[in-house]
T-cell receptor, first 116, second 116 residues
């Protein structure tokens, strides 16, 4: 597709359930980012990939959060044993250039996760 | 470390009036600065960006912003508001992360309401 695609758009999970969120970046984009946007807040950085390499995971809030991009294209963000505080919109972004020069990132529409 | 402060979480203007959304930043490296717009249940769309060169930057939909290094500001303006401008606006700065890749740090957002 022409843009960054995320699925599902909406996810309701029971507390303690594991979830997996998918991101299809723009074809050929080297860099991929995950952000978490809590209600009424700006997005906060979670993790960064350059191709298949996860170069920065400093924003992941706990070891329940795990991200991968095994073939350097599609990425999955997995949250284990979900908690209510995980409720947020999870945004994926991709950028053509590699590390050190993110001048424009294209964002997907996000996945809204609600933990009940 | 880098941070972004957006003054005013909610701004209301009349249709046809000047729009001014304020953004101040701090960054330990020369910043790249961005304004994004987010419509309900949508991802982030880039309005404009400053990287180097001319400090007055023009973007889409008639918006512009001026980088003022001495004031560490990057305020967003539009001469005449339109009803379709009603949305949430995020200022962001791109700086070096712990992984040495530039990541975006966002402000908490300003909700713009346009009154008829």
């Amino acid at each position: 597709g022409a843009g960054v695609s995320q699925s599902p758009r909406y996810k309701v999970a029971k507390r303690g359930q594991d979830v997996a969120l998918r991101c299809d970046p723009i074809s050929g984009h080297v860099s991929l980012f995950w952000y978490q946007q809590a209600l009424g807040q700006g997005p906060e950085f979670l993790t960064y990939f350059q191709n298949e390499a996860q170069l920065d995971k400093s924003g992941l809030p706990s070891d329940r959060f795990f991200a991968e991009r095994p073939e350097g294209s599609v990425s999955t963000l997995k949250i284990q044993r979900t908690q209510q505080e995980d409720s947020a919109v999870y945004l994926c972004a991709s950028s053509l250039r590699d590390r050190g020069l993110v001048t424009e990132a294209f964002f997907g529409q996000g996945t809204r996760l609600t933990v009940v | 470390a880098q941070s972004v402060t957006q003054l005013g979480s909610h701004v209301s203007v009349s249709e046809g009036a000047l729009v001014l959304l304020r953004c101040n930043y701090s960054s330990s490296v020369p910043p790249y600065l961005f304004w994004y717009v987010q419509y309900p249940n949508q991802g982030l769309q880039l309005l404009l960006k400053y990287t180097t060169g001319a400090t007055l930057v023009k973007g889409i939909n008639g918006f512009e912003a001026e980088f003022k290094k001495s004031e560490t500001s990057f305020h967003l303006t539009k001469p005449s508001a339109h009803m379709s401008d009603a949305a949430e606006y995020f200022c962001a700065v791109s700086g070096l992360s712990s992984g040495s890749a530039r990541q975006l740090t966002f402000g908490s957002g300003t909700q713009l309401t346009v009154l008829p």
